[in-house]
């Protein structure tokens, strides 16, 4: 018997206490099993409400809960370029995106990246970039089928548990809200 869940995507300004307690078990769920997040080791409640109580007050970066049933259960953040960074003002990050092992295959990061994607060319980015470990292979095919281009690769991305570990990086081309669309052809003269 198949049940059915309901997923959704919000992007977070505020989080209250048991928002956050749901977030950091998902996140310490995440990291655990292995996945995304920078973190090797679980960080625990404590840490990691102050990091998401961090990033909630940082202007360049904007955080995205993904929530099944309601609950919780993964997270995403955009990054923009700082103000003075005006010749790369056209793009944005996409980074630390996980859904905890519990609520994996539901579709919910795809929802989650597109939700990241329609936002980041809302706020007037034509390009979203990033990068991600040779070991996340889920994430790989998920970020390819959702039509993002690898542009190169780093033998030395991350050390994980003493090893070295290759990463990938990615760009998609976003479509714009308004305005003309991102001609990477034009871009090979004299900038
Ligand atoms: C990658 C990750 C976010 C996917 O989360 P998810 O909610 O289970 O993914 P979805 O259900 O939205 O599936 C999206 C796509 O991923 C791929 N995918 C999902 N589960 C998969 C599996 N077990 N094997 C292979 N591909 C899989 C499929 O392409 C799937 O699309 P489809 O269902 O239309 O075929 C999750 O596995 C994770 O958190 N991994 C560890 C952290 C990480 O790698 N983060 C990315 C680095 S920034």
Redesign the pocket.
């Known amino acids: 018997m198949s049940t059915t869940h309901t997923l959704s995507v919000e992007r977070a300004e505020a989080l209250d206490d048991a928002e956050l307690a749901d977030l950091c078990e998902a996140t310490d769920a995440?990291i655990i099993?292995g996945?995304?997040?920078g973190w090797v080791a679980p960080q625990g409640r404590e840490a990691l409400t102050r990091h998401f109580r961090g990033v909630l007050l940082v202007p360049a970066c904007e955080l995205f809960i993904?929530k099944l049933d309601g609950v919780p259960v993964?997270s995403a953040q955009l990054l923009r370029p700082p103000r003075n960074n005006e010749a790369q003002s056209f793009s944005a990050q996409?980074?630390?995106?996980?859904?905890?092992p519990y609520?994996?295959?539901?579709?919910?990061?795809?929802?989650?990246v597109k939700r990241v994607e329609e936002r980041a060319a809302a706020l007037g980015h034509r390009v979203l970039n990033?990068?991600?470990?040779d070991t996340?292979?889920?994430?790989i095919?998920?970020f390819e089928?959702m039509g993002y281009t690898r542009w190169g690769t780093h033998p030395a991305y991350a050390r994980v548990r003493g090893q070295t570990v290759a990463g990938h990086y990615y760009y998609k081309l976003l479509e714009p809200t308004r305005g003309r669309a991102l001609d990477i052809r034009a871009t090979t003269g004299k900038n």
């Open positions: 995440a099993e996945g995304g997040f993904a993964g996409l980074t630390h995106a996980y859904i905890a609520a994996r295959g539901h579709g919910l990061a795809r929802l989650l990033l990068d991600v470990r996340q292979t889920t994430a095919t998920l089928a």
